[in-house]
């Protein structure tokens, strides 16, 4: 059964590897991204989301049976929390009434490893209060470190609080209640294209201890398999898995919390 989606962050990374897999899998998607798209805005203010939802709307005939939230930004500026976190809810909750149209809705936003990273509490305090501008402003004061990796605590922090906010609305009536299947996916380093590359480095593997320092023998990935995961969990096939961060990482997530289950 042919259904459509909007995936986010479809022009490159994990986004377009998504929107290909569910494209070949004989699905409409509409893909949103600044350019090369076929809704192209700017997640980092209010119009933009707002345009996100009126087009996915007039383009789908006003019902989608997926949202897939996969934009982000990693830069040392409130971009990177406002793109990660506010647009992200934004994006989901404005294609909301959409999915609740469906027979089978699903969504998911990605969060990546870093997730389990440092946060700022403050920063994670004012984006869990709602209060964007207060949010952005402090972000801006932050002086962000970043890492071997190329990380820093905006983007770790703002990726963590989406998915803890993900898990507390996906048991809420307006999704669980409309059927709406709502989980994140937090792909490792490997996968996404912002950070691959400081992985074939000593210091940069050093930087993430034995997380993802692939030897012979070990699962490897790319951006696909993350792809097809995120297919899995916005199918009908996926009728009961909800609320769930899943870490598609090789194991890092597992070396770092061992004693979890």
Wanted: aromatic content about 4%; cysteine-free; proline content about 3%.
């Amino acid at each position: 059964m042919t259904r459509t989606y909007v995936v986010t962050g479809s022009a490159t990374g994990i986004g377009r590897a998504t929107a290909l897999k569910l494209r070949e899998d004989g699905h409409r998607v509409i893909g949103v991204d600044l350019f090369g798209a076929d809704i192209n805005v700017d997640l980092t203010n209010a119009e933009g989301r707002d345009e996100l939802v009126a087009q996915a709307t007039e383009l789908s005939g006003g019902i989608i049976d997926g949202a897939l939230a996969i934009a982000d930004r990693m830069r040392p500026s409130s971009e990177t929390v406002s793109v990660n976190h506010f647009g992200a809810v934004a994006t989901l909750e404005g294609l909301r009434p959409l999915l609740s149209l469906s027979d089978a809705p699903r969504a998911a936003v990605v969060a990546t490893l870093v997730a389990l990273e440092e946060v700022d509490s403050q920063l994670l305090q004012l984006i869990e209060a709602g209060d964007e501008a207060a949010a952005l402003a402090y972000a801006d004061q932050l002086v962000s470190d970043v890492t071997p990796l190329g990380s820093s605590v905006l983007f770790t922090t703002s990726k963590q609080s989406v998915a803890r906010w993900a898990r507390q609305a996906a048991t809420r009536p307006e999704w669980v209640g409309e059927g709406i299947a709502l989980n994140v996916v937090a792909p490792g380093r490997a996968f996404t294209s912002m950070t691959a590359g400081a992985l074939e480095t000593d210091e940069g593997r050093a930087a993430h201890g034995r997380d993802e320092a692939v030897r012979a023998g070990e699962l490897t990935g790319d951006a696909s398999h993350v792809a097809n995961l995120l297919a899995w969990l916005t199918s009908e096939d996926n009728g009961y898995v909800t609320g769930q961060v899943i870490y598609a990482d090789g194991g890092a997530e597992s070396t770092r919390r061992p004693a979890l289950v």
